[in-house]
């Protein structure tokens, strides 16, 4: 057998130009093509063939603000949906190498997901990106399963780096509503959202390797019914619908105090609690007594805009209805372009939903190979005189490098029109440091957004032609270290470091304890004061530690994990 570092340098050489040039038939792959590359081996570096990998992309360049719009209402930057949660599949050859080829698109994506084999071996992935092989060592899977034995349905999503959550397709094919006793998962942080006879429940699990995890029956629940064609999802999670199997649903546990929202006829229902509940007993083969509505009432009052134009019925344009947020913007309502009375959009008015007013709410309009143009609700009667004046737009580019002038993959950089805060881009660059962040107007800034680099703005009055050349800056070093009381690493700690101003991008960063108990984080600035904030669930107990004014500086922080929870004398804890 190859050796494992042979069989390493290969597949890297096999990516590189040189190795596509030697192809003389070949055509070389752009990064919209090219496959993601992993090697899976066992703990020993054995390779492992017949593994599998399940992965969940997403485009390099997105519009934040349509982050929680429902899937088949995102165009994102070009004429297909940004966010639908796009799978794709790959099983490993005999040496334990998986290629993995994107979706049918023309643009360039990075992925995250797990590798898992038949015999109970998995891991989690982290970011990945096409032309860039990593190895991936798996270890024994951890087990999910009810403490009663029934079968339920698990929708399972994977923490990402950057703070946000994926959801994983669990085996080739399947589907939300495939029910088994038991799921197996690679060690790894997660909401799970499971689905059983006696309804929907939530859990956050960070699992460990060969651990197996029981969900207990919810106590208490509540019974909702569909009205209003309406979706039923929890917040952040908007490719869940819980009404799609069926008009009613039964929500128990922690599940019950989460923050809902949905959609009904392009409109997105204001996000909020669920009401509670008396417990109800069901007749059989009847619906429940009082089951609560969902949604309370139908869509508000709509206004109808006048957009003049002529579009392909597959590249008609889109139009929301905005809330400003830090991240760009929340979408409140959708509608598409239709060529009804000379071409129109209609939206519900602005100063009838209670989540935004007529003052604060935005218009953002997105077409195919154009940039998105945005202006206030108040500013509405001059939508159509703004598409009708529009030019098509240039394509933002830019190559990124590090101080040593080496390629930075992977890196978040912002770029923002001017007072045009909805129709933001947030662009990651590729394996080979480009970052595309498809037509945009100008004037504008771009912003460092990564957690790796200080924020660093660049204004742009116009887009250049060339590639920007962008290089970044490490910032400076937070270094600390973690212990229990008696002197021992707080190995597994998760560490968040918070900027009070809020000036610091993004405004939170966390990251695990080292197995020798340091932690650090990086692009800081030398005076700005941070918070630090240590966590560790263990034996039932949350053990914490918090600092409450600290310096990006090289002599390091000392926390030391405290039990907050409290303890009642007399209790059977304390026995």
Not at 4 to 13: I, P
Not at 79 to 96: I, N, R, Y
Not at 188 to 201: K, M
Not at 464 to 481: C, I, K, S, T, Y
Request: one cysteine or more; aromatic letters at 6%.
């Amino acid at each position: 057998m190859r050796s494992l570092r042979a069989l390493w340098l290969g597949l890297a050489a096999s990516l590189a130009p040189t190795g596509l040039v030697a192809q003389a038939t070949a055509t070389p792959r752009t990064d919209a093509t090219a496959p993601f590359v992993l090697l899976a081996t066992d703990g020993t570096g054995r390779p492992l063939a017949q593994a599998q990998a399940f992965l969940t992309l997403e485009p390099l360049a997105r519009l934040p603000a349509l982050d929680d719009a429902p899937p088949l209402a995102q165009p994102g930057l070009g004429a297909k949906p940004q966010a639908t949660e796009w799978f794709a599949h790959g099983l490993a050859s005999a040496q334990g190498v998986l290629r993995v080829l994107p979706i049918d698109d023309a643009r360039p994506h990075r992925a995250t997901g797990v590798v898992v084999t038949e015999t109970g071996l998995g891991a989690a992935l982290g970011w990945l990106l096409p032309n860039q092989p990593q190895r991936v060592v798996l270890e024994p899977l951890a087990a999910i399963a009810r403490s009663d034995g029934a079968p339920f349905a698990l929708h399972a999503r994977l923490a990402t780096p950057d703070g946000r959550t994926k959801p994983l397709q669990l085996t080739a094919g399947s589907t939300p509503t495939e029910r088994r006793v038991e799921f197996r998962l690679p060690a790894g942080d997660y909401e799970l959202w499971t689905e059983s006879a006696a309804g929907w429940q939530w859990q956050r699990a960070a699992l460990r390797s060969g651990e197996r995890l029981q969900l207990l029956p919810a106590e208490a629940t509540v019974r909702l019914r569909q009205a209003h064609g309406a979706s039923l999802q929890p917040l952040g999670c908007p490719d869940l619908d819980l009404f799609a199997a069926g008009g009613e649903v039964q929500i128990g546990g922690v599940a019950r105090l989460a923050m809902w929202t949905g959609w009904s006829d392009g409109w997105r229902i204001p996000t909020q609690q669920l009401p509670q509940q008396q417990p109800q007993q069901q007749q059989p083969k009847q619906p429940w007594p009082n089951a609560v509505v969902w949604p309370a009432s139908g869509p508000p009052p709509r206004e109808r805009l006048p957009v003049p134009g002529a579009f392909a019925p597959d590249e008609r344009p889109h139009l929301y209805l905005v809330a400003p947020s830090p991240k760009g913007g929340t979408v409140l309502a959708h509608a598409r372009w239709q060529p009804d009375f000379g071409g129109t959009c209609t939206l519900p008015s602005a100063g009838t939903l209670p989540s935004a007013g007529p003052e604060d709410a935005w218009l953002l309009w997105l077409e195919s190979g154009r940039a998105p143009v945005a202006l206030r609700w108040a500013e509405r009667a001059e939508l159509a005189a703004a598409v009708r004046n529009r030019a098509r737009s240039a394509a933002l580019t830019a190559q990124v490098t590090d101080p040593t002038g080496l390629p930075v993959g992977n890196l978040a950089v912002q770029y923002t029109p001017d007072d045009q805060t909805p129709a933001m881009v947030l662009a990651h660059s590729d394996a080979r440091g480009r970052l595309q962040f498809g037509p945009v107007r100008a004037p504008g800034r771009l912003r460092v957004v990564d957690p790796r680099f200080r924020n660093q703005d660049v204004a742009l009055a116009h887009v250049p032609e060339a590639p920007l050349a962008l290089a970044v800056d490490p910032g400076a070093v937070l270094h600390g270290r973690v212990r229990w009381p008696d002197g021992s690493p707080g190995t597994g700690a998760v560490v968040t470091l918070r900027d009070p101003s809020g000036q610091l991008q993004p405004p939170q960063r966390s990251t695990t304890v080292a197995a020798d108990g340091t932690f650090e984080f990086h692009g800081l600035e030398e005076q700005q004061r941070y918070v630090l904030v240590a966590s560790l669930p263990r034996d039932g107990h949350t053990f914490a530690a918090r600092l409450g004014v600290v310096l990006a500086r090289a002599a390091g922080y000392a926390l030391e994990l405290r039990d907050e929870d409290p303890r009642l004398e007399g209790s059977a804890v304390d026995r």
